[in-house]
């Protein structure tokens, strides 16, 4: 009887497909460091999102939810549906954030049914041809750069406030603060698209630090004893709250909202909600896990997934507490969508319809891996945890049952041997399986007709030093450092190599006596005068890969890299 019923509900949702004149809308929001328990719905009786709360109430929730412990890594695995260190993606700078191109994207499924594609937000998967979200299946884009607002490869001077911001690959100045000025955009994209079938991906930086939001969001938590910078980054959770009610409220008054699926999640375990070493009346709330972001704990990676669908049934609050991942989000998507997936055998992900629509018996003995690797070369055993319904296995030595320890305080691996050597040989097998993308570097296209002048910046330095300047400040305290970008030079031919301690905009000089490049096998220096902003090479290159390398020699003898190079064919 059980089976019948769920082969009814399956059949059920299968009619609402068919008999739909258009497919479902799909809206993918994705908030910055925002964990599980930053959610009021979750347990937090501190912060303020009654928004979230309204649509967990409405949604279909998947408990046991789960990504990569940081920024770049889960958002090439929900892009793809594929683990991400085999997308070439294993950091969130020095090059590894850049996403393979010849992966297939879920914009790209989405577009080839015929959808129309918009990105709001924080790509952080490349700012360069061929690996830009317009390049990705993309056909609307709204972007700051890098990892976040104020990165290295974002518009200088960006402070979340009247930003600079890519609009379709072009800057254009901006007014408001950066949540407010991405769901705008992004209502107005759903707007215009309203009447054909539409795939929004609204990605947040915020609540991602630095920390900073209008008073009006912060002061009420800094009167209720939270300190600074948790005060603010409830207040930046608060204004993404905000957002999502003028998000619902729009999709209410288009009359879309039962043909759209809305889904909010995040993209790795909170960053500033849970301090338990601060002293104070509010030391924050994690729902009862293990440490944070960039953590293998279960609070690095479980985080919040919400789904609803009016007319697909997919409502009423319900919970799912099977195992399940950010690489299920795509082969889910597709089914639901009834979208052909042309690599669908390529995705590590499973289609989570089933569980979704309330099988409770399926997708039980599942084993999903993650690990944080943040190295410039990817190191077996690092930062792992092997992950079933009942048990975490953590680092070759720890053994948690998640069910009665949720917590995971309590290390067991020496009781269970069974237990932890299959975990192991799971670990094992999809290491090996991933062992192809060890060797891969994703190359920074330079004289391609999709962008004829590229823009470097030493955010994607390729080096095995751990000071890579990769934020802004880094830049102008003139953080010492160097690496190498890893190009690949459209056709041979002569190409302009413009080095800059400051982006043009910013008209500064050097302050720097003599510049080096070393590219495909030539070393070429430059005298630098005083009072000069940039210094120039003109130099021939073979088509293919080529890695450049850059000196700056200073005037109290310190060597460093140019923080920016501008690259363009000239013949």
Known sequence: MYRLLILLAVAHWTTLVSARDTQPNVIVVITDDQGYGDVGAHGNTMIQTPNLDQLHSQSVRLTDYHVDPTC?????????????????????????????????????????????TGMFGKWHLGDNYPVRPQDQGFDYTFIHGGGGVGQGPDYW?????????????????????????????????????????????????????????????????????????????????????????KLMKQLDDLQIADNTILIFTTDNGSAAG????????????????????GSNYDGGHRVPMFIRWPDGKLTGGRDVDQLCAHIDVLPTLSELCGLEDARAAERDGDSLKSILYGDKEALRDRTILVHSQRVENVQKYRNYAVLTERWRLLNQTQLYDIQADPGQQNNIFEDHPEVAKKLSEAYEAWWKSLSSSFDMTVRIGIGYKAQPESLLHSHDWHTNNTNTPWHQNHVMSGAIGNGYWALDISESGTYRIELRRWPRHEAKAMDALQATIEIG?????????????????????????????????????KVRGSYFAYIKRVK
Not at 527 to 541: C, H, P, Q, S, Y
């Open 72 to 116: 770049s890594p889960t958002r090439s695995a929900l892009m793809t549906g594929r683990y991400s260190t085999r997308t070439g993606v294993w950091h969130t700078i020095m090059g590894r954030s850049l996403m393979n191109t010849q992966e297939h994207t879920i914009a790209e499924v989405f577009r080839d049914g015929g959808y129309k």
């Open 274 to 293: 849970w301090r338990p070493t601060k002293n104070g009346s509010w030391k924050g709330y994690n729902a009862g896990m293990r440490a944070g972001k």
């Open 157 to 245: 001077g960006n402070d979340y406030f009247d930003d600079t911001y890519w609009r379709n690959g072009k800057p254009e100045a901006q007014k408001g603060y950066c949540t407010d000025v991405w769901f705008d955009d992004a209502l107005k994209f759903i707007e215009r698209n309203r009447k054909k079938p539409f795939f929004a991906y609204i990605s947040t930086n915020a609540p991602h630090g630095p920390y900073l939001v209008s008073e009006e969001y912060s002061n009420p938590y800094k009167e209720k004893g939270v300190g600074s910078p948790q005060a603010e980054f409830y207040g930046m959770i608060e204004n993404i709250d905000d957002n999502m009610g």
């Open 521 to 557: 096998g030539q070393t070429v220096t430059r005298k630098i005068a005083e009072g000069d902003e940039f210094v120039v090479f003109e130099i021939d290159l073979k088509k293919g890969g080529n890695d450049l390398l850059t000196k700056m020699e200073l005037k109290d003898g």
